[in-house]
DNA sequence: CGTGAGTTTGACCAGTTGGTCAAATAGCTA
DNA sequence: TAGCTATTTGACCAACTGGTCAAACTCACG
């Protein structure tokens, strides 16, 4: 086992290529359809090499998850209070977008992990994601009573939001062979502007 | 092997413990992380009596798959060109709501092999739902042109209903840690039935 | 260039996997 | 109830699984 001190040059690089290799089969098979050989195959390593930097295959996968959750909700920590409400939600939705097209293998490990129920990450979810999750639906909820962005269920709203944008990465391979040749992104960015705008743009009624 | 004649009482029974089972494994686990046994020992039968009704694992997810896919894309069959536009549309969103309430499984199944590229189900994808896809987006075309419902990308518009709903199947454990004990499928159907309202109403501009 | 730490590997292990098979049992019908 | 078919099972198999270990190799640094 690599020692506590600061990782070599070798250890860098090694770790790098195994969370590389590691999320490219975990985001394609789950967890439990991964294997260990398949990993390091990807990464270049043999088995025995690949255990010596992380203890177990669950090792690799709590690493992921951990890097994952965090910069999986920066976007909606970047939105801010003192902005133009519909413009933040704007942008918050075209960020998420954006994550999915530059970050799809991400958003599919995530996906496969809730879908199966969560049974390594629900913790994380019911406590820092509510938490996070509570504090900005705060701030949409006196976005509303201003009358600045429409009265709508707070939650439901951000999670239409990660459904809209998630499910061009989660369920990419429907979406193109629905859609062929025509890029998804492209028109999903404008569907979405245009959702976004009737729904909350604030209602004389 | 069961014979080619017709199924005997008993085989009836088996066969529809064994796809239960299935059912209930897959969705959970993935088709790679699924185990015959479990789902032998959850149908309440040995390995190889189980391997009597269906040759391979293979098999079973083939019959699940098979039988899904058609009963998954009856809602949308159900668009009706001689409805009232925006009417049919929101009973198909509703349609869809419920499906996820009432087959979490069945979604979750579609889901986890959608997320793990569809490597099983890729052909009907692009043949039967694109095919089928592709007829109603013509009828909103013309809803559109007739100035019925507002304009709007048709396939996104569909992408957009499926993900928002099949969401509250798929990321079920998500979407509860974060509303606590608030019943998910009341504030979805109110939520949605406003934001489809609100995208497709007839826009004066 | 020697030496100790860091790195890599082949051989191995016990448990699990999907699947087979012959033999035993249960069910049905003449 | 005899005899045939349908059903069930224990024992088994080869391949694969996650993981271990001692021995070998490589590297950085004095």
Known sequence: MPQDRAPTRIQKKNRAAILEAALNVFSAHGFRGATVDQIATEAGLSKPNLLYYFPSKE????ALLAELLDTWLDPLR???DSGEPLTELLAYVHRKLEM?????RESRLFAN????????????????????????V?????????GRIARVHPYHLLFSIWSLTQHYADFDVQVRAVLGDEDPFDGADVFLDTLYRRLLSPHPN
Request: no cysteine.
């Open 59 to 62: 090792a690799m996968h709590e």
């Open 78 to 80: 970047a939105l801010d």
């Open 100 to 104: 999915s097209r530059d970050y799809p």
């Open 113 to 136: 992990e809730i879908v199966q129920g969560a049974p390594r990450i629900y913790q994380a979810l019911s406590e820092d994601l509510k938490a996070l999750v509570d504090d900005k």
């Open 138 to 146: 705060a701030l949409l909820e006196s976005w509303m009573d201003a």
